[in-house]
């Protein structure tokens, strides 16, 4: 790569988190694409991934031979600049369980608990937009971490109305089978017979598909997974697939069909993303090749505005705009994906649709989850911007509720 290219890796990576490994550049990208191929821009840091300031600032440390040391302390100040956990996840999704915060825990929606496991948190390769950056930047202040299972199993004995536990991270496949063994075992114990599902976030059959083929402790993982039916229980993989070429390798589809043979569902989720998948042909490409493979489109995400957004991010209308085309050219089957959504801090909403009603166009949207149960289902209308990209650049309009 010429020396200007690489400049600009170094002053972007000092402070987002920059990784990729030997899949992902050998089998993934097609360097005949490259920069402009959608892998690469998924994984490989870009200038304006930082607002122009901060990329100037950072650079100019990096053309004067500044100490690490001065790096990283720029780069920590620079962290906060940038949204850490939008959608107030520190501030209003952790629980209190015996008069202390729930580290590494977030209880959002009534029925699903969020577990960030110590040992999980990293992923095989990083995507360049990722929300959860701050996971991977080694700053303590800004990162969610469960030290162990205890006090989870603890938090969900009385938590009755939980049915279902989210490891996330990072990328929970990181850990190996041994350790997740010891985050997953104690749930499915009597005592907390009111889990249903558990459910893993992951990009592994993406970046490692290999974690459930040829892994040395592979088989222990789906074993695991074949506990989790046994007792009766769901085991679901939330799986992030950003591209159809994600799905091109013959490791991937080797390893869907080993997840799906212990009797777990594998289900699709991504943001929509500028430089990546934001064409309508990606999406139904994605959608339909997961289908056939036998897996279950969920959600299209809204970028949400952290890190790199304002590289990654498209307009509402945009997205709805390529969801709509994308949802149009696939059958019922495909059409299992609901979106765009935003994951913001009151719940999950939905752009809907655009629609005019008595000579104002309005965006009409829709809580798909609610931090509140009973706002669960709620419409609402705000004024039609074609230049919005989240919620706060909304303005309600028709006199509406608002979120
Ligand atoms: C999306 C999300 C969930 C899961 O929501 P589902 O609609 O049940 O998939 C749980 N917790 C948080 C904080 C979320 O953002
Ligand atoms: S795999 Fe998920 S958690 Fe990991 S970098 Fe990508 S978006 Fe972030």
């Not at 029925?111 to 991977?136: D, I, K, M, N």
């Not at 994600?246 to 289900?267: H, M, Y």
């Not at 809580?367 to 149960?373: E, K, N, S, V």
Request: net charge negative; glycine share 6%; with cysteine.
């Amino acid at each position: 790569m010429p020396e200007d290219y690489l400049h600009e890796l170094r002053v972007v990576s000092s402070v987002l988190p920059f990784k990729v490994n030997q899949y992902v550049v050998d089998e993934l990208i097609d360097w005949s694409a490259a920069p402009d191929d959608p892998i690469f821009r998924l994984t490989f840091p870009h200038r304006d991934m930082l607002p122009p300031d901060v990329f100037d600032s950072m650079s100019a440390l990096h053309l004067t031979a500044a100490s690490p040391d001065v790096i990283r302390k720029a780069a920590r100040e620079i962290h906060g600049r940038l949204n850490p956990n939008p959608g107030a996840q520190l501030a209003a999704n952790v629980p209190t369980h015996q008069e202390h915060p729930l580290a590494g825990v977030q209880h959002k929606y009534a029925e699903t608990v969020l577990v960030f496991p110590a040992q999980g948190q990293t992923c095989h390769s990083y995507c360049g937009y990722c929300f959860r950056w701050s996971q991977f930047v080694g700053n303590a202040e800004i990162r969610q971490v469960a030290p162990d299972v205890g006090r989870v199993v603890s938090y969900l004995e009385e938590q009755h109305a939980v049915t279902d536990v989210l490891f996330t991270g990072g990328d929970p496949m990181i850990m190996s089978s041994a350790v997740l063994e010891r985050w997953v075992d104690p749930l499915l114990t009597p005592a907390l017979d009111h889990i249903r599902t558990i459910r893993f976030g992951t990009k592994a059959l993406s970046y490692w598909p290999y974690r459930f083929t040829t892994d040395r402790d592979a088989d222990d993982l789906l074993r695991l997974f074949e506990r989790i039916v046994a007792g009766g229980r769901h085991a679901a993989l939330m799986a992030h697939f950003s591209h159809p070429r994600e799905l091109q390798n013959p490791a991937v589809e080797k390893a869907i069909r080993r997840i799906r043979d212990t009797g777990a569902v594998i289900r699709a989720q991504a943001p929509l993303i500028a430089h990546v998948n934001d064409r309508a042909e990606d999406w139904a490409g994605l959608w339909q090749r997961l289908v056939e493979l036998g897996v279950v489109p969920y959600y299209m995400f809204v970028e949400r505005d952290t890190g790199a957004h304002s590289y990654f991010s498209v307009p509402l209308t945009r997205a709805l705009r390529i969801y709509t085309d994308a949802v149009r050219s696939v059958s019922g089957l495909a059409r299992t994906a609901r979106g765009p959504v935003l994951s913001a801090a009151p719940g999950k909403v939905l752009v809907d649709g655009i629609a005019d009603i008595g000579g104002t166009e309005v965006f009409t949207l829709r809580m798909l989850q609610a931090r509140d149960p009973r706002l669960v289902g709620r419409q609402f209308f705000a004024h039609h911007d074609p230049s919005a990209e989240w919620l706060d650049d909304l303005r309600p309009a028709l006199g509406s509720w608002w979120p």
